[in-house]
């Protein structure tokens, strides 16, 4: 309620300065107080603006797009930027981070045990399914069936 009061006193002397301040303008043009404030001047009319929201970039969805960045080096490949400190609070912090890099340090390592095998083994061509003996008889007996 006192802050109110205070507020109150430091509003209206400034309100009651205002209008002491019209009054003395009056005085000078010479318009008694009883006039009515002057006509203002009628007001502007603009064209109208269309405003029109530029395009996207139409996109093929069935274009050849390279799996690979021809411009790319084997500097680039191998250089990780540290990451930011935004992108750490938004990974968990600093303690994930330590704790995730400490995992990987130790998967490391258990892969380089000796009989340790990779997950991903290369892949192995098998043998045709049939010899060329086999081959001609399965041609023999299909032209047989045709007959």
């Known amino acids: 309620m006192l802050a109110a009061s205070w507020l109150l006193a430091l509003c209206l002397p400034g309100a009651g300065a205002l209008a002491q301040d019209a009054e003395a303008t009056r005085a000078e043009t010479g318009s008694p107080a009883s ?3 002057e006509a203002r001047p009628p007001a502007t009319e603009l064209d109208t603006i269309r405003v029109i929201e530029k395009r996207p970039e139409w996109v093929d969805p069935f274009a050849f797009r390279p799996s690979f960045d021809p411009h790319d080096n084997i500097f680039h490949r191998h250089w990780k930027e540290p990451p930011s400190v935004e992108d750490v609070s938004l990974n968990g912090g600093y303690i994930l981070l330590g704790l995730n890099y ?3 340090k130790v998967a490391e390592a258990v892969m380089g045990l000796p009989g340790w ?5 290369p892949a192995v061509a ?3 399914p049939l010899d060329e003996a086999q081959a001609e008889r399965a041609a ?3 032209e047989a069936g045709e007959q």
């Open 35 to 37: 006039a009515e404030p």
């Open 102 to 104: 400490g995992l990987l």
């Open 117 to 121: 095998q990779n997950q991903i083994q």
């Open 126 to 128: 098998r043998p045709p």
């Open 140 to 142: 023999r007996l299909r």
